[in-house]
């Protein structure tokens, strides 16, 4: 089964940069649709990217647009999400699967924290 391992996430203050990883553990399969995801406390999970068709198109969430920006590395069988000028109400863990997402995918995803 395929697994997915997040990382990268950390605290910042607000303002400032991450760059989050998603590596899979077979090859090919982030050429599918990929997906990132985030949970903040007390909250539902929520769409954040999503990278497709083999990364011609991506999308974004309002929140988030102009400042993210997802990509992908066949090579590497690696899914990234730099985030720049973060704001504390990013503040989540961060995961990334499928779009649409399978159950059986989620990783632990990584915690991004922003302080202000």
């Known amino acids: 089964q395929v697994q997915l391992v997040e990382s990268g996430g950390g605290l910042v203050q607000a303002g400032g940069s991450l760059r989050l990883s998603c590596a899979a553990s077979?090859?090919?399969?982030?050429?599918?649709?990929m997906a990132w995801f985030r949970q903040a406390p007390g909250k539902e999970r929520e769409f954040v990217a999503g990278?497709?068709?083999?990364?011609?198109?991506?999308v974004y969430v309002d929140s988030v647009k102009g400042r993210f920006t997802i990509s992908s590395d066949n090579a590497k069988n690696t899914v990234y999400l730099q985030m720049n000028s973060l704001k504390p109400e990013d503040t989540a863990v961060y995961y990334c699967?499928?779009?649409?997402?399978?159950?059986?995918?989620w990783g632990q995803g990584t915690q991004v924290t922003v302080s202000s």
């Open positions: 077979e090859r090919t399969f982030i050429r599918s649709d």
């Open positions: 990278i497709y068709w083999n990364g011609g198109r991506t």
């Open positions: 699967n499928r779009d649409p997402p399978m159950s059986d995918y």
